[in-house]
């Protein structure tokens, strides 16, 4: 694994605004970033040719209303570098009431679906997505079930018969 | 939608409940003539809110839910999965545990691989291959049974260590396997790789250039299929695997026959792993000796009330790691495998995010099959070698 330490204050010299918190915890990098500055960062980071981050391993939600009482949500980039073999974590925070974000599918192709599950699980909206639509629960579904505030059993009726007549009307 | 003329163009349902789409994957195909304009695929038949029923387990609890996401390789998802707990613990399993690891993580994915070959000539219409792959699922199910007590969701490996050491006769069982094996790759590939039949329908067959599979986030054999050599077992060795000595198999034109090809190679060299790893097994414990945080030794809790003590508290109230975040990812049989947990220090998870490679790797099914005939739908399905447990999780 090469030195991922540099990639924090190099992004804080192209992008000064941008950069809110840069943290190692376990060997792990992680740079949060304003919420205004993702597009860019993560066109910044995918073709500058020392970060080199060409893949996009994970994109996910995360909602930190229990965690602290900030109540945001949060959008966390997994990011690697075949070249390079090096990882970085980008954390985004965006505020619950107005889950919105720019979309990254224009840098890396395969965030089409991570974002469309984030939106299904979490109702974060991805700006200048293609086609966010749910993509894991059935038709008809209301409510983002990985909400801390939505319940385990879930809050739909009892049968998905229901949820399909209700598709029907 | 470029690839529309004036002909009308037809939209068709393929699945869920389709033998060819590897569970219940549905695709909406819109063809104009034989030929595929897009494909669409829908998933969520199998989602059972893995990630929201993690926060309400505890650390331990949540390893028998891993066997349920790619149920063909449950080894590698328990794995993947103990391994980011372990860092966020910042504990190291004992050596001869993360060998018995290795041994039975390269097993599953033999046995997923040849799972894959199975079905993927079935589809393509090779029955013969079928029966002879399950002959030797058999019999890595008795050596999955003798080690874990189960053939199908091992749930074997526990945070620290595995779940119990290697019984009497289990090497001996995997040593007469693994000196078989070979023979056996030879007789699958007498009947496909140079059968006329089988290279017409895979050759120049859904193909993705390396560029393509890398923005699309292709992992595992269907990105080495596309001549990209990334292999996370060399790239960011976990378990000892940097003490293997095994190479990375990889394609040139990206198409199913490439990914054939890497799918057949890796099984050869899965099989030199675990007979390296049974070589070179060291003596010690199999699971590490931190009672905060790893059961006590099984055998133990019949002698010790202590120990009893310490399995009951570890069972009833769960283990509290720090406050923090990690991702750790593994090489499991069909590609990355990553898990991104968060711990808020308290007994539950409080947030478990599952990267599973199947997902990913079926975004770029429709790229593969745009402009392609009906037919190969079923080749390019079948050579990503998809599972949808974890893709609906």
């Known amino acids: 694994m090469a030195d991922v ?36 960062v993560a066109r910044f980071l995918h073709s500058d040719k020392a970060t080199d981050f060409d893949y996009l391993s994970d994109l996910c939600g995360v909602d930190k209303s229990r965690l602290d009482s900030s109540d945001t949500f949060e959008v966390v980039y997994h990011l690697y570098s075949l070249k390079q073999n090096h990882r970085v974590r980008l954390k985004v925070e965006i505020p619950a009431s107005n889950p919105s974000i720019d979309t990254v599918t224009n840098v890396w192709k395969t965030a089409d679906w991570h974002e469309r599950e984030a939106y299904d699980m979490y109702g974060i909206i991805f700006e200048g997505h293609p086609n966010l639509e749910r993509i894991l629960t059935p038709e008809g579904f209301e409510g983002y079930p990985l909400r801390k505030d939505y319940p385990l059993k879930g809050r739909q009726p009892n049968s998905l018969r229901e949820v399909y007549r209700k598709g029907e009307e | 939608m470029t690839a529309a003329t004036t002909q009308q163009v037809m939209t068709i349902n393929m699945g869920p409940q389709h033998p060819s789409t590897h569970g219940v994957l549905r695709l909406i195909l819109e063809m104009d003539g034989e030929t595929v304009v897009t494909a669409t ?38 794995l993947g999965y103990v391994l980011a707990v372990e860092k966020l613990l910042n504990i190291e399993a004992p050596k001869r545990s993360q060998y018995i690891r290795i041994i039975l993580c390269e097993l599953t994915r033999i046995s997923s691989h040849l ?14 291959v079928f029966f002879y792959c399950f002959r030797e699922r058999e019999t890595l199910n008795d050596i999955f049974e003798m080690a874990a007590g189960a053939r199908m969701n091992l749930s074997y490996v526990r945070i620290g260590g595995v779940a119990r050491d290697l019984p009497d006769g289990f090497i001996e069982k995997v040593r007469e396997f693994v000196n078989d094996f070979p023979a056996r790759i030879r007789d699958y590939e007498t009947l496909l790789t140079k059968n006329k039949i089988w290279l017409m329908r895979t050759k120049d067959v859904g193909v993705i250039s390396a560029e393509d599979a890398i923005n699309y986030g292709l992992s595992g054999p269907s990105i080495r299929g596309s001549g990209v050599k990334w292999d996370i077992r060399k790239s960011e060795p976990y378990s000892s695997y940097d003490e293997m000595d095994f190479i990375v198999p990889v394609g040139q034109t990206g198409d199913v026959y490439d990914r054939y090809n890497v799918r057949m190679e890796e099984m050869r060299q899965s099989n030199e792993i675990v007979r390296q790893a049974m070589d070179t097994i060291p003596k010690g414990e199999y699971i590490t000796d931190i009672p905060d945080v790893a059961m006590p030794q099984k055998e133990n809790l019949k002698k010790s009330m202590e120990a009893l003590i310490h399995h009951f508290k570890i069972v009833t109230e769960g283990i509290c790691p720090p406050v923090g975040e990690v991702y750790a990812c593994v090489e499991a049989p069909k590609g990355e495998l990553g898990y991104y947990v968060v711990s808020d220090g308290t007994k539950n998870p409080y947030r478990i995010k599952i990267r599973p490679p199947s997902f990913v790797n079926l975004e770029g099914l429709q790229k593969m099959i745009e402009g392609r005939l009906l037919a190969d739908v079923v080749a390019v399905i079948g050579s990503l070698d998809i599972v949808l447990g974890e893709i609906d999780r």
Do not use: C
Not at chain 2, 47 to 70: C, M, N, P, S
């Open chain 2, 41 to 78: 695929p829908q998933i969520g038949f199998l989602h059972r809110g893995v990630e929201k029923l993690a926060e309400h387990k505890t650390y331990h609890q949540f390893i028998t839910l891993t066997d349920r996401l790619d149920y063909l390789a449950p080894m590698s998802n328990n």
């Open chain 2, 115 to 128: 799972l894959w070959l199975a079905t993927h000539a079935l589809d393509i219409g090779a029955m013969t």
């Open chain 1, 5 to 40: 330490s540099t990639i924090g204050k190099k992004l804080k010299q192209k992008f000064p605004q941008a950069v809110t918190k840069v943290k190692t915890f376990r060997g792990e990098l992680t740079i949060s970033i304003d919420k205004d500055y993702i597009g860019r």
